[in-house]
Structure formats: C-alpha cells, structure tokens
C-alpha cells in the first residue's frame, strides 16, 4: 500500500501553536492521510533571514519551530514519511541529521535543493553529485537514505542537450542517492514528466504531488483571454496524473506527498488537502 502524506511547508500558517497544529493534523488524518512530511527548520526555531526568504519563496513557515513535534506527531497517529533537509547539514554531521530522522521513524533524509548554487554551470553538477554520494554513503552507514528533491532549476541545459538532472542521475550511484521527484516543477518547466519517472524507475522512491491549472470565479470577467496558471487541488488542473500514478505504482514509489504554497480552495491550506485528499484515495 502507497502511504499517502502532505508537506510541512504546505501547512505553515495552520500550525502555529499546538492546539492548531494538533487540530490541523487531526483533519489530515481524517481526511485519509497516514502521514507527514517533515521539514527540519520548521522544526526547529529561525533565524529571522531564513523565514524572510523561506517567505519571500511562497512558503510561509508559520510558528511550528517552536512546538514539540514528536510529541505532536505521536497523537496525531501519523507517521513521519521523511525528514527534509539541506546538504551542508549533511556533510557537517551526517550522524545527526541521520538520528533526528530515525527520531522521528522514518528512514529517508532529502535534500530539497541547493542555494547559491551556479545551477547553468555544468562543473557544479558534477561536482554536486560527487558530494551528493559522499553524503548519502555517510548516511547509509547510520542507517538512514538520501533522497535528492527536484524543482524546476534542474532542467537548465548545462552541456549540450543535458541537463543538470541528466547528470545528477548518471553520477550518482543508487545505493547511495536516490529521488524524491516533484511532477510538478517538472510539467512547470517543461519536461516529459511521465520519460522522467520512467527513467527513474525504483530510484524514484518518494513522489511530491500537485495539480496545475487556472481558476477563475464563476461569473467573473477576465481581462485577457490568457489566464496565470498555478497548483491546484488534484483532479482539478489539467496535469495527467492518472497516468503518472500508474508509472508510480509500476516504480514503486513508497508514499506520495502532497505540496501546495497558494491558491488553495477558499485560501485555506487544510481545505485544500482535504479536497485533493479523494483524488488520491480514488487513484492509489
């Protein structure tokens, strides 16, 4: 069975004190969810830069740092699909990042992208996915896997037709790095997702999920005939994702997330898993 979670980072202003946070996952849980992806600076107390640009990014990281998240997710009967983090933690102690993971009871740890970082340059892809092994093997050895999460920087050419993806997968080696692919930065870049995951095949061991499309409110006149598209609640954009859950199952994919960052239903974070919640419990 392909357990089913939603990202932290879509949920930021809907856990800002416990009582909320237990509320909000509660209706997770209720609306289907078996699980929770963490992020471990919404885990963790801030710096005021880091919310400034995690802000500035869309993501809204709320108040949840200053909560107890074991605590939180043993009530709510989740379980923690991942731990997600960032590669310089990694490479300073691998043995932490590996045991606030195992803490939590889930046995992958993700990088979620690089910053400041020459994504055009094709000598830091390849160095990236030397570190990147480095990495993972450190983690393996306490226990815990590292998954790379893309978004759409990753689809830049970088050496002729290849991309820096391209050399992310012929570089790093599977028992070491493996994938948490985000169809949706790719179908926003303008990739052939359903090649891509099948490219992937086992490797692709997490699958963050998002709809995408255009809404309008009904009776209200638009000004130009070209409306922004952005996510969607899923089943509700004009993504194939039936097809790409078959490529999924077919990959093994072990637990499909859910992330938004806005144009929820209603403006409402919950709301909009709870709606994209049947989605995946009529296709998974």
């Known amino acids: 069975m392909i357990q089913t979670g939603v990202q932290q980072f879509m949920l930021g202003n809907a856990l800002n004190n416990e009582t909320q946070a237990r509320q909000t996952l509660a209706a997770l849980k209720n609306a289907g969810y078996t699980g929770i992806e963490l992020c471990g600076f919404m885990i963790h107390p801030t710096g005021l830069m880091v919310r400034l640009l995690t802000r500035a990014a869309g993501m809204p990281t709320g108040n949840g740092g200053k909560l107890d998240w074991h605590k939180l997710v043993r009530e709510s009967g989740l379980s923690v699909v991942s731990l997600h983090t960032d590669l310089g933690s990694v490479e300073r102690d ?147 994702l039936e097809h790409w859950a078959e490529i999924a199952k077919e990959n093994g994919v072990e637990a499909v997330v859910l992330e938004s960052h806005r144009n929820w239903v209603d403006k409402d974070p919950v709301k909009s898993a709870q709606v994209s919640a049947r989605w995946l419990h009529e296709h998974l």
């Open 94 to 240: 691998a043995a932490a990042v590996a045991a606030e993971a195992k803490s939590f009871g889930t046995s992958y740890a993700v990088i979620t992208g690089m910053y400041r970082f020459a994504y055009a340059d094709a000598a830091a892809w390849h160095d990236l996915a030397k570190r990147l092994n480095k990495a993972g093997a450190a983690l393996v050895e306490q226990g815990v896997r590292l998954l790379y999460h893309n978004h759409n920087c990753e689809l830049q050419r970088v050496e002729g037709e290849k991309r820096g993806y391209d050399i992310l997968l012929a570089e790093t080696e599977p028992d070491a790095v493996n994938f948490e692919f985000d169809s949706y930065w790719f179908a926003e870049g303008g990739a052939d997702v359903a090649a891509v995951m099948k490219t992937l095949g086992n490797r692709m061991k997490l699958w963050h999920i998002n709809d995408r499309g255009t809404r309008l409110a009904a009776g209200k006149p638009a000004m130009t005939p070209i409306l922004k598209t952005d996510s969607m609640e899923l089943g509700t954009g004009n993504l194939p």
